[in-house]
């Protein structure tokens, strides 16, 4: 079970694993402002910085807060070793990109911290800026506009096969937080009245979150993201079966239902068979429609599923319009499926609905045997119907 969750799209795609078991960060995040805020108010209590230090501030601020942010960084990066040792999977840069962006941001998040308990009792500043920090990045998600859950440096929508993060997703939360950072620094240390000090550091905060939402603008949820094509791997011919390289669905085991698959398909006449079965876990978010000669059918999650001959015939009955009249589907499908030997996956799949009843089933049936008992060429004549019929207004099953 963990393997699924930390690898969810079956073929050791690195990225989207590094993402998923990252998770949310704003426990860490929580966790280090409320213990940098806490070792601040401790220097604070003891009057160190009334004494005249050897060390400068950035090496005594260094020295308290490594602790902390060293227990925030295991706690990040552990999750994201496991699950890539448990897929044996081996992690390229791009893959890493926010593990970085997490351990950069923590750090930050650490300074923002310290600086709030040096300037507020930390009995207050270390539960206040707790929660503030926690709901800042986790409720992002939740709230408008898009571009906040982006700058926030909430992962909320991993990477899919084909797909990793980008150089400027990962710059934008260490822009933002490191806006905070500075901000809190220029509030500690700039010497000059405390107006001017607060004017200063909110210009920044405003400049900061100006700017990353410029970069992040127009992303949409899913932005961010470059496109990184996908190491195949392929078996046999006609059809040629192709799936990622690190998939631990090996093509030449699947081809055999495939191929069954599509002989079935040919022999009733549904369709030609192709030249080429490509999974589309390798496609990315938006995979490629199916061509008469290039089939994009989910090889890797259909095979985990037990539902490979069924994805695949189900792909090779294409309607001639977007939205078919369920009756018509419904029974066009179910002939595709008696005669490719996949009526129980398809039977599951239907049940899947609310809507489905038995009595349903028992119509679509009763019509689909009356059909089965029709020569092989009056079958195919009324397939072909079936196709039209479902996309024409007014007809009936």
């Not at 003891?46 to 960084?73: I, K, N």
């Not at 934008?172 to 905070?180: K, S």
Request: proline letters at 7%; aromatic letters at 8%.
């Amino acid at each position: 079970m963990a393997a699924k969750w930390s690898d969810p799209h079956g073929i050791g795609w690195a990225p989207g694993m590094v993402a998923i078991a990252l998770g949310t960060t704003a426990y860490s995040t929580a966790f280090v402002a409320v213990m940098a805020a806490w070792e601040a108010g401790r220097l604070a209590r003891g009057g160190f910085w009334e004494l005249a230090p050897a060390r400068t501030r950035a090496h005594v601020v260094a020295r308290q807060l490594w602790p902390a942010v060293t227990l925030a960084w295991l706690a990040a990066v552990a999750p994201v070793t496991v699950s890539l040792v448990q897929n044996r999977t081996v992690p390229d840069g791009w893959s890493l990109l926010p593990v970085v962006t997490v351990l950069v941001d923590l750090a930050l998040w650490a300074v923002v911290g310290f600086v709030a308990g040096s300037k507020v009792n930390p009995m207050i500043a270390a539960p206040a800026l707790g929660v503030l920090s926690f709901l800042l990045v986790s409720t992002s998600v939740a709230v408008g506009p898009v571009w906040w859950r982006h700058i926030s440096g909430m992962i909320s929508e991993p990477p899919v096969a084909g797909e990793t993060y980008s150089l400027a997703a990962a710059a934008v939360p260490v822009l933002f937080t490191a806006g905070l950072a500075g901000a809190a620094v220029l509030l500690w240390v700039l010497a000059a009245p405390r107006t001017l000090r607060v004017v200063a550091a909110l210009a920044l905060v405003a400049a900061v979150t100006l700017g990353a939402s410029r970069i992040a603008d127009g992303w949409g949820y899913f932005g961010g993201m470059r496109t990184q094509a996908v190491p195949m791997s392929c078996a046999g011919r006609a059809p040629q079966i192709c799936v990622a390289a690190s998939s631990k669905a090996r093509p030449e085991t699947l081809r055999a239902e495939v191929a069954r698959t599509v002989e079935r398909l040919s022999t009733a006449g549904v369709a030609r068979p192709p030249a080429k079965v490509v999974d589309t876990s390798t496609e990315g978010r938006y995979p490629r429609p199916s061509t008469a000669k290039t089939w994009y059918v989910p090889l890797t999650t259909s095979a985990r599923k037990g539902e490979l001959g069924y994805q695949v015939m189900r792909d090779a009955v294409r309607f001639p319009c977007r939205a078919p009249q369920a009756d018509w589907a419904r029974a066009v499908l179910a002939w595709a499926a008696e005669r490719t030997g996949q009526t129980t996956p398809y039977e599951k799949a239907l049940r899947a609905d609310p809507f489905f009843n038995d009595l349903i089933w028992q119509k679509d049936r009763k019509q689909i045997d009356a059909v089965l008992e029709l020569p092989e060429s009056g079958q195919r004549a009324w397939f072909a119907h079936g196709l039209d019929a479902a996309c024409t207004k007014g007809k009936t099953a």
